[in-house]
């Protein structure tokens, strides 16, 4: 009686068992990373209606954040200018520019220039702007160098462990509050030490929430 | 820059499409959006190049190296900003702005800040500046934003069956106005609702003036102010009385619900707690007395209450009368009154003993001779300046429903004007008024829904919300207050005062130009800088009714008397029917609210039906009292109650040959013979929360006897129906829930909160150092005990902690629906809430006692009565934030875990949905969303993802972005509103790091209120930081009622209740020593053999039970862990 199976097949189970635990192993690993904002969402960088360069305005004009993010400083939003803030000066200058035809048109009719919204959190995360950059977090800390960016990329991952980093160790990550809208300077640890850093956020009296409630409602 | 009130015309878009803005389907039309549209694909293939080639690449690499999965689904769609083309003044988008305006309903308004979140209003709060409100609302005025975005409301002007146009409306009204002018309106009728409005009232004049021959009438189901009739009589002017409760030390309520159901009654209840509340030993506190037929609020408040039915309380009134003013004539009225006269006399006597500070008060819907007495009582006591204020009020001339009737009937009326209302529900039975209606040639209907009264109306023009209108409108005591709109009608709805100035062939017939002209005629001065302070005030100051200075004559009484039947023996074959106004549907017009719908009834606990309700008496003499034993204290063998079903007994009532049917509910407290049903359920056309439910007690209404009737009989229909009660559990088992006392013996021990339950009898579980202690620096310091878990420590620069009084907790439900509104509360449906699955996150617990309940607990004869007259205690209760918290130790994915102020918050991402967190809590407050009731119709729940998906774009408008909206299979309960404490923290710490003191972190007290404490007409709710001992909220636990419910559990809840006191009169004959349920407290827990007559008042006991330990073998009740409440739902 010949054998069914030939004798190669006695490895089989062996093998079965070898090919899943890499398998799972590669999926685990693909998941962890190309799963989590860190891939997904770093280099994100859409393209806008009008082409507007933040390296253009902030670092050859010189112009502050919260000429156009006026609210940054009041409300949890911080906002995108309305046209009518854009208009302050293109109705001046490069009136007539085809780049700037939405801005014009959405001045003129009053319907919004659709925007492509980069830095999200989720909807379950309640992030405040006002809260950070009015206590010594610059705009750089999530959003990078926006200041040298032509087109606006997404730079951090803005996930959770993204937050708790910097909630968990907030002295290497405070700016003197004048620098905060200052995307060059550096942080109080990096200019005069992680000590300074210590003594601001005691004199401030910064405790960043770890738990739930600081972030989700 | 000035700020422009008037708005722009609208656009050709706004007058024939679909008016809420903002919702995609409407971006879609706008020409730059499909512009956007068309240019949509050459940006999208630019896509390809540069960055996103790369993106492309990475994806399609990560799709290989998973084995074909592709990711690209896992990328977020892509969403815009979509900023102001032009910027607006004021607007901060994510921060919320209010406005002043007031919500109307009937002869007065309530004052009210509206929340918008960038133009869409989204939640109520009572106007501070309103200083009799003090900054409460009503359950009413809370539940009314969600009619504003209810998708079945009237979403078109319609005639004959035909949709019309803004401009088609214009011509329609002016034609009116010009075919009329000509006969002096001779044909031409209006019927409106009862209306404040001073600018309505100068264009009904001014109506008057242009038509003088047309009829002008005005109706309203219920009444909730006193008779004009009354006070014209006795004191020959036109007055009303407004009642000071502050001043009042005895009160006596004849049939008056004035905690709830009168006109006025939020600035009442806030002056009758403020007699009620009792902080110190020596502090004075009211009585109430309350002779009553349905048990209303008010009646459960009561020191003393004799239930009386409606129809004898003329002889109760005219028989306390003879006792104070001494005057004979009052005897012959008082014959036949069924009531121990010992309880008269000494109700007399103590308000003899007060005068000048006593005050009796008769029910609105009593007749003017009730009234006329109550103020010849107050005038004899003296009361009329101290304790009640008359009023001058404009006095109505408008004709009634009835007069308006016969006009019709007599053909003379071509023209017919509904101002809102729905007479063809609600008018008198006896008028058939929807026949009467349809044989009027034209029929102009201005109404929020296309309701009953609109299907018998040719033309229907849809009414715009008070959040969408221009108006004003006075409150009770006449101040003038703003109606602004908070966004553009969302539909397109026109006002009354727009339809009557249009009518009027008035040149700026808008709203706004009508109210700017009344208010500025009335301010006087410079016009537009009285109207800016008028609508950021959100009143006109001085603008109150003036006082008028009364002089009472009693000969008028005799003429409204007269003729006065004596009052008829009751029996169950001649039953008296009392209709009282639905404490949440009001007189129906809320039928389509589903928070109403949904809130229980504060005494019946019945969501979502009305019943007849009956009482135990004449529940036994019908036949259907539940016959099983325990009935009191557990689920019933008889089965009256299956989870949360209250399987009812079918009845008609037949009253004067017309006849309802509806469920039979028997609520102790009642009197005997008296039967009580609620108006304003069993619409037939409204929407689909408001079709169905319940029955239309209209149908036995007539115009005679609005309010009560006698001669009526029930009758079985040997059929049963299921009701949807939240609340089985009657008694609280002669346990420690609600720990009350007397008066007199909280003023001999002011701790008598504390010799009660398992704490009495042991050393304190706080350790005697712990008990010294103030409630902060036990959560900062004391040690967590030998807890194998990781407890949290509370190093936050806040403590939260709240406190309910529960001696002034009128119970009137506005907590409920205000954390509904708040909180993005779904609601679940009949069918879900008969399952114990409601998600009301404070819940209001009503126990009844009698003092019956017996020592063997369970079977007991005294158990298996239900009480007739019993006493009622109140409790909210909602999470309390337990220090030591049972749900966060069983949570296997720590979903719920503290945070380091105190919290015990909820992260909704992480729940699973074991609901073991629910099955440990002891207060039984967590809420598990079964399904998704944010997303899934109501009635295809159970079909899962075969069911309809979706909520209508216009009822995701009402959610708070503040708060997330949960999903199927989490879980949920308060979080003392953390949404609030975040932004108020965080606007704190806004403000003193702008203003150079960024080390002040701590959020001084008062800032930040939680929208139950917000809401409370009577400050029962205190919620602050227990660090700060000045906070009110520290200062409250600081006080000696302070105790914490189940607080044996060592579980240490940051909410404690105060507790609850009754003022009793020891001369009166139904005077006891003790509340009941201490009563029922003493026997179940210190049965015979122990004295338990020294642990009533005494007070001396409470240390020296450490010892004792046969008491706690004897007491059942101690071991039971969760609250007597419902636990159904978790099954």
Not at chain 2, 170 to 177: E, K, R, T, Y
Not at chain 2, 1054 to 1059: A, D, E, I, K, V
Request: hydrophobic letters at 35%.
């Amino acid at each position: 009686m010949s054998n069914i199976f030939p004798k190669s097949a006695n490895k089989l189970p062996l093998q079965i068992i070898i090919y899943l635990v890499v398998l799972a192993g590669i999926a685990t690993a693909g998941v962890t990373y190309y799963m989590t904002p860190k891939y997904t969402r770093v280099g994100y960088a859409p393209v806008q209606p009008v082409p507007f360069s933040h390296a253009k305005h902030v670092t050859e004009l010189g112009m502050d954040c919260r000429y156009c993010h006026s609210n940054v400083d009041k409300s949890a939003h911080s906002n995108v200018p309305t046209s009518q803030t854009c208009m302050n000066c293109h109705s001046i200058i490069k009136t007539t520019s085809p780049l700037l035809a939405p801005v014009r048109e959405s001045y003129a009719t009053g319907e919004s220039v659709p925007w492509v919204w980069i830095h999200k959190t989720p909807d379950y995360a309640y992030f405040n702007h006002s809260a950070h950059v009015n206590r010594g977090v610059s705009c750089v800390e999530c959003h990078g160098k926006i200041n040298e960016m032509d087109v606006v990329s997404h730079q951090q991952s803005l996930s959770m462990g993204f937050c708790l980093e910097c909630h968990r160790n907030p002295e290497t990550r405070v700016r003197d509050p004048k620098d905060v809208y200052n995307l060059n300077s550096p942080t109080i640890a990096a200019k005069s030490g992680v000590e300074a850093g210590l003594k601001f956020v005691h004199n401030w009296n910064i405790k960043p929430p770890q738990s739930c409630s600081g972030c989700h409602r | 820059m000035k700020r422009i009130f008037d708005h722009p015309a609208p656009s050709e878009r706004a007058l024939t499409g679909p008016q809420y803005w903002r919702s995609l389907d409407e971006l879609a039309a706008t020409p730059g959006f499909k512009q956007q549209l068309a240019r949509e694909f050459p940006e999208g293939a630019s896509n390809l190049d540069g960055v996103d080639r790369r993106h492309f690449m990475k994806l399609m690499a990560a799709s290989f190296a998973l084995g074909g999965l592709g990711l690209a689904g896992c990328r977020r769609p892509e969403k815009n900003i979509l900023p102001f083309g032009k910027s607006v003044e004021g607007i901060i988008p994510g921060l919320p702005q209010y406005y002043a305006t007031a919500m109307p309903l009937r002869k007065s308004a309530i004052p009210l800040l509206a929340e918008t979140h960038q133009g869409r209003p989204t939640k109520v709060e009572g106007n501070p500046t309103y200083a009799p409100h003090g900054g409460a609302s009503s359950l009413l005025a809370q539940a009314s934003v969600l009619d504003l975005y209810d998708p079945e409301r009237a979403t078109a002007h319609t005639s004959a069956g035909a949709v019309i146009n803004a401009a088609a409306v214009n011509d329609l009204l002016a034609v009116i106005g010009t075919t009329y002018t000509a006969s002096k309106g001779a044909g031409l009728a209006f019927l409106a609702e009862e209306s404040s409005s001073p600018t309505r009232a100068r264009l009904v004049k001014q109506l008057r003036r242009n038509f003088p021959k047309a009829v002008w009438s005005e109706y309203e189901p219920v009444a909730d102010e006193a008779p004009a009739a009354a006070a014209q009589t006795v004191f020959g002017q036109s007055v009303k009385p407004v009642y000071r409760f502050a001043k009042a030390e005895r009160i006596v309520s004849l049939d008056a619900d004035f905690l709830s159901s009168e006109s006025g009654s939020l600035y009442y209840a806030r002056e009758f707690a403020k007699g009620r509340r009792v902080t110190k030993k020596d502090d004075p506190m009211n009585r109430l007395y309350v002779a009553e037929s349905a048990l209303t609020l008010t009646g459960s408040m009561a020191d003393h209450r004799l239930r009386l039915a409606s129809s004898h309380i003329l002889a109760f009134a005219a028989a306390l009368a003879e006792k104070v003013t001494g005057q004979a004539s009052f005897a012959k009225l008082a014959q036949g009154l069924d009531a121990k006269p010992e309880w008269l006399a000494e109700c007399a006597a103590d308000l003899l003993n007060h005068k000048g500070s006593s005050l009796v008060v008769a029910g609105a819907h009593q007749p003017a001779s009730v009234h006329a007495i109550a103020y010849a009582i107050n005038a004899a006591l003296g009361n009329i300046g101290r304790t009640v204020d008359f009023v001058e009020i404009p006095a109505s001339d408008a004709t009634s429903i009835s007069d308006l009737a016969a006009v019709i009937k007599a053909g003379s009326v071509k023209t017919l004007v509904v101002l809102g209302g729905n007479p063809a529900y609600n008018a008198p039975a006896e008028l058939n008024w929807a026949a009467l209606q349809k044989s009027v040639s034209e029929v102009v209907r201005l109404g929020y829904y296309a309701d009953e009264t609109s299907a018998h109306a040719g033309t229907h023009l849809a009414s715009a919300h008070y959040l969408e209108s221009w108006g004003d409108a006075r409150t009770s005591d006449g101040t003038i207050v703003p109606i602004q709109p908070m966004i553009l009608p969302l539909f397109g709805g026109v006002t009354e005062i727009e339809v009557l100035a249009r009518i009027l062939g008035e040149a700026k017939a808008d709203g706004y130009s009508q109210v700017f002209a009344t208010i500025t005629g009335i301010a006087g001065g410079d016009a537009d800088k009285a109207f800016r302070r008028f609508l950021h005030d959100g009143l006109l100051a001085n603008s109150a009714y003036p006082v008028a200075s009364v002089n009472f004559n009693g000969a008028g009484i005799a003429k409204l008397v007269n003729g006065a039947a004596a009052p008829v023996a009751l029996s169950k074959a001649n039953l008296e029917v009392r209709f009282v106004t639905d404490h949440k549907m009001d007189d129906g017009r809320f039928a389509n609210n589903g928070w109403l719908q949904e809130c229980p009834d504060p005494i019946t606990k019945i969501s979502w039906d009305n019943a007849i309700l009956v009482s135990p008496k004449l529940g036994k003499e019908l036949g259907i009292d539940p016959k099983g034993s325990m009935i009191q204290v557990a689920r019933k063998e008889e089965a009256d109650f299956e989870q949360g079903a209250e399987n009812a007994h079918v009845f008609t009532l037949t009253v004067g040959g017309r006849t309802v049917r509806g469920p039979v509910h028997i609520q102790p407290g009642l009197s005997n013979y008296t039967v009580v049903v609620a108006l304003g359920y069993g619409r037939t056309q409204s929407g689909h929360v408001g079709t169905g439910a319940g029955f239309s007690a209209y149908a036995l209404r007539t115009a005679a006897t609005p309010s009560f009737v006698t001669g009526a009989t029930l009758t079985s229909t040997g059929e049963r129906m299921k009701l949807a009660n939240t609340q089985e559990h009657w008694s609280m088992e002669g346990r420690d829930l609600v720990r009350e006392a007397n008066l007199s013996e909280y003023q001999e021990n002011p701790a008598f909160v504390n010799s009660f339950g398992l704490e009495s009898h042991s050393p304190s579980i706080l350790g005697e150092e712990g008990t010294k202690m103030t409630p902060g620096e036990r959560a900062s310091q004391l040690p967590r005990g030998g807890s194998l878990y990781k407890t949290p420590e509370f190093d936050g620069k806040h403590q939260w902690g709240m406190s309910i009084d529960l001696n002034t907790c009128i119970g009137c439900n506005a907590c409920v629906v205000a954390c509904q509104a708040e909180n993005n509360i779904p609601i679940v449906g009949k069918d879900q809430v008969m399952r114990g699955r409601e998600m009301h996150w404070i819940r209001l617990d009503r126990y009844y006692s009698n003092g019956a309940i017996d020592a063997a607990a369970f079977g007991g004869e005294g158990n298996k009565e239900l009480p007739e007259d019993p006493q009622i205690s109140l409790q909210p209760i909602a999470c309390a934030q337990c220090e030591l918290a049972p749900c966060e130790t069983v949570c296997p994915v720590n979903a719920t875990v503290h945070d380091e102020e105190g919290l015990n918050t909820m992260a909704y991402n992480r729940c699973i949905g074991t609901r073991y967190c629910a099955n440990n809590c002891p207060y039984k407050v967590r809420r598990f969303n079964f399904f998704d009731y944010n997303l899934r119709q109501l009635d295809s729940l159970y079909l899962g993802q075969l069911g309809p998906k979706g909520m209508p774009e216009l009822v995701k408008m009402v959610k708070n972005p503040e708060v997330t909206v949960r999903m199927r299979g989490v879980m949920e309960k308060c979080t003392y509103c953390v949404q609030r404490i975040q932004n108020g923290k965080i606007q704190h710490k806004v403000k003193t790091a702008q203003s150079g003191n960024p080390s002040d972190v701590v959020v001084p007290d008062g800032t930040i209120k939680t929208a139950c404490q917000q809401v409370c007409p009577v400050e029962s709710i205190v919620f602050g930081n227990i660090l700060d001992p000045k906070s009110e909220v520290s200062l409250a636990k600081a006080r000696e009622q302070d105790y914490a419910l189940l607080g044996y559990l060592n579980i240490r809840p940051r909410t404690t209740y105060l507790g609850k006191l009754r003022n009793p009169n020891p001369k009166m004959p139904d005077y006891a020593a003790l509340p009941q349920s201490r009563v029922e407290y003493n026997k179940k827990n210190h049965p015979a053999g122990h004295d338990h007559e020294d642990h009533g008042g005494a007070g001396e006991h409470a240390p020296a039970h450490g010892t004792e330990e046969k008491s706690m073998k004897k007491s059942p009740g101690h071991t039971g862990l969760a609250v007597a409440n419902r636990v159904g739902g978790l099954s």
